[in-house]
């Protein structure tokens, strides 16, 4: 097994976060987006996007094999998980978890009070309730992206 390396992002690895999330979504995606959704994702994770999200203070976490980043989360606010995404030949090693720890102990550090929220693919469900998370309504499409949305509140499960 690989040793995988966890770092806090920098504005360098946008272009290699951005193929991540993209080739990894398309790989897993449960639903099929409109082709306005699919246009949409391409504009908000494309590397310049990512690279003005760190720029603007979002936190996000990389993992690494090597030089190669495998896995990325990314929150917004410090509350709002952005990405989740680890390449589909490194799942079932526990790089999200991991990532998610990181990134809720930065939140925390930085005054996140104990709630996080997300937009949750299908295929991402079963981990964000693992995790605590919970379903705050039924299925969604924004711009021809579809989630489910989910909410923590720390103290009630950690």
Known sequence: MEVIYYRPAKTTDAAAISKLILDTQSQFSVENFSPEGERLLA????????????????????????????????VRDRCHIEHNFVRGDYHRQGISSQLWR????SCLQQ???GEF?????????PI????GFVKEGEKQSIGGIIFTPMRLKLGSLD
Do not use: H, M, P, Q
């Open 128 to 131: 964000y309730e693992r995790w």
């Open 117 to 125: 929220e997300l937009r949750a693919s299908t295929f991402a469900i």
């Open 102 to 105: 990181l990134a809720k102990e």
């Open 43 to 74: 504009k908000v994770c494309s590397a310049e996007a990512i690279e003005g999200y760190l720029e603007s203070g979002y936190i996000y976490f990389v993992a690494e094999d090597e030089a190669t980043i495998v896995g990325v989360i990314g």
């Open 111 to 113: 005054g996140n009070k």
